[in-house]
């Protein structure tokens, strides 16, 4: 069950929309749940840059058209 309340980055609310866990994101794209659900929990934090694109890789599995500006304002 997604959405319980819990503030969420525009990463979060994609994982939602497309019913993705932080999980999948995670063992996807070779990172610490840690930093996956700090990423999704508000859009103050920003990655590095190869933590982005090990998180677009993963994503771009799902929606190939995904792009850094869709989560982080850079």
Known sequence: MFGLG????????????????????SSESKLNKATISRLCAS??????????????????????DAKQEDFWSI
């Open 6 to 25: 819990k503030k969420r980055s525009r990463l979060g609310k994609w994982l939602d929309s497309n019913d993705l866990t932080q999980g999948w994101l």
């Open 43 to 64: 859009d103050d934090n920003t990655p590095n840059l190869k933590t982005m694109q090990k998180i677009l890789n993963a994503v771009r599995k799902v929606d190939p």
